[in-house]
């Protein structure tokens, strides 16, 4: 039967799939990117400018994962509502900002990465969000917790 | 602020707060928390047992303190 438990170990694997995946993605990009250049058509001389925004994503990338791998593992421990996770949720925020940022800048040479770059944005809002959400929740947990 | 003068009352019916805390069905760590002014808040029905126990008033357990900084 599927029940909370199973949905975070699900999802902490998946987090950890992911950490392997960018690694493997990192060291393969030099080989697939000139590939999907000679695939679509597109001028070989954006090869450097493309590697250069997908290693400057991979630090925030990874650190995203670390960060939803360690709240995840903090969830699991039934530690959901304190400051820790706060913190972890501040770091995704701004790692999302980060990329989209990255991204927009990229968007120069090639404008898919705009797109991106927006959907990025709104994802560090509502994880920005969700961070101000738990904040307010370990106000009223702490009152809760003193309330004899 | 409210002060709690719970160990005021424990000292004059002389009670110890482990037996407090047994009598009233709370735990040593929560009655330590109210006693220490730590407490957030109190229900109506943890006052109760306490009044009932120590066989005084709600006024007799709390106080208001003017001017005084509240404890964050």
């Known amino acids: ?148 | 602020m409210i002060v709690v003068n719970l160990d005021v009352m424990m000292a004059k019916r002389k009670i110890s707060a482990g037996e407090l805390a047994d009598k009233i069905g709370i735990t040593p760590a929560n009655l330590s928390i109210l006693k220490n002014n730590k407490a957030k808040a109190i229900r109506f029905s943890t006052l109760e047992q306490v009044c009932k126990v120590l066989n005084c008033q709600p006024g007799d357990l709390l106080e208001y303190r003017k001017g005084e900084q509240e404890d964050e």
């Open chain 1, 1 to 148: 039967m599927w029940n909370p438990s199973k949905s975070v170990r699900l999802s902490s694997i998946c987090t950890k799939i992911a950490i392997v995946l960018v690694i493997c993605a990192a060291f393969a990009m030099p080989n697939l990117i000139p590939t999907y250049v000679n695939y679509t058509g597109k001028d070989p001389e954006i090869i450097h400018s493309l590697l250069l925004t997908v290693y400057a994503c991979v630090l925030p990338g990874m650190l995203s994962l670390i960060c939803l791998g360690r709240l995840l593992s903090n969830i699991r421990r039934e530690e959901v509502f304190i400051e820790k996770n706060v913190k972890l949720l501040r770091v995704l925020s701004w790692c999302s900002f980060v990329v989209s940022a990255i991204l927009f800048i990229s968007g120069f040479y090639y404008i898919l990465f705009v797109i991106i770059a927006v959907c990025a944005a709104f994802l560090g809002l509502i994880l920005r969000v969700i961070k101000n959400v738990f904040e307010q929740a370990i106000v009223i947990k702490r009152e809760n917790d003193f309330t004899i």
